[in-house]
């Protein structure tokens, strides 16, 4: 089955601190994966995908074949990082095709000054 | 506004109603999808349209349905409407059918009474 797993709901860091959300998945084949952030009164948006392997406002995350998990990091953590941030697996669809987001539950990132 | 755009923005209905939320896509994309949040689910996907064609489906009840438009708009019909419908109804879109970035629309928030 289709599975992504965020297993902390809140994580509270202090301004300046390391950050390390966690996500682990489940898939049979190659997995798209993306995080995506959700701001406080804004809409969801995309942060950043596994194949760009780009580093968006500082976070980065590497896919880990292995340990089937795509953690997503911040060396420096910043107030305006407080947001809930979501692990997403894109699925299969008809003939093989992937489309859809498979979610997490989110991780509600809390960064205190 | 050339994002994704939803109405209504809140509903507010009895069970055992009908109603039709309206999604429409960014200009240019093609693919449209419906996701489902609620509290205990998380954000679970419903169904997908390219094109005008059904191309995705995920844990869509068999009350719902939904149909994109030669405009490329789409509309999600939930019947017979039951209290655990109540939730927040995504539409997001992306220019193909594939695992591209999805832009997310503000969301319906339906709550059924």
């Known amino acids: 089955a289709q599975r992504v797993t965020q297993p902390e709901k809140l994580l509270s860091v202090f301004k300046g601190a390391p950050v390390e959300l966690k996500c682990n998945y489940s898939?049979?084949?190659?997995?798209?994966l993306f995080w995506y952030v959700q701001y406080s009164r804004q809409r969801l948006q995309l942060l950043l995908r596994h194949i760009s392997r780009e580093s968006i406002k500082g976070f980065t995350a590497d896919l880990n074949k292995g340990e089937t998990s795509f953690h997503l990091k911040k060396p420096f953590a910043q107030e305006e990082d407080s947001a809930m941030y979501y692990c997403?697996?894109?699925?299969?669809?008809?003939?093989?095709?992937?489309?859809?987001?498979?979610f997490g539950k989110g991780t509600k990132l809390s960064v205190k000054p | 506004d050339s994002g994704v755009t939803q109405t209504p923005k809140h509903l507010i209905t009895a069970t055992g109603q009908r109603v039709t939320l309206r999604c429409s896509p960014r200009?240019?994309?093609?693919?449209v999808y419906w996701y489902q949040q609620s509290l205990d689910q998380g954000l679970q996907f419903l169904i997908q349209?390219?094109?005008?064609?059904?191309?995705a489906k995920g844990n869509i009840l068999e009350r719902f349905s939904a149909q994109q438009f030669p405009d490329l708009h789409s509309e999600l019909n939930l019947s017979s409407l039951e209290l655990g419908d109540s939730a927040l109804y995504f539409c997001?879109?992306?220019?193909?059918?594939?695992?591209?970035?999805?832009?997310f629309g503000p969301g319906t928030r339906l709550t059924v009474l």
């Open positions: 997001a879109s992306s220019v193909d059918r594939g695992p591209h970035e999805q832009f």
């Open positions: 898939y049979s084949g190659s997995p798209e």
């Open positions: 997403a697996l894109s699925g299969r669809g008809y003939g093989g095709s992937q489309g859809n987001l498979i």
């Open positions: 200009s240019g994309d093609l693919s």
């Open positions: 349209y390219y094109n005008g064609e059904e191309r």
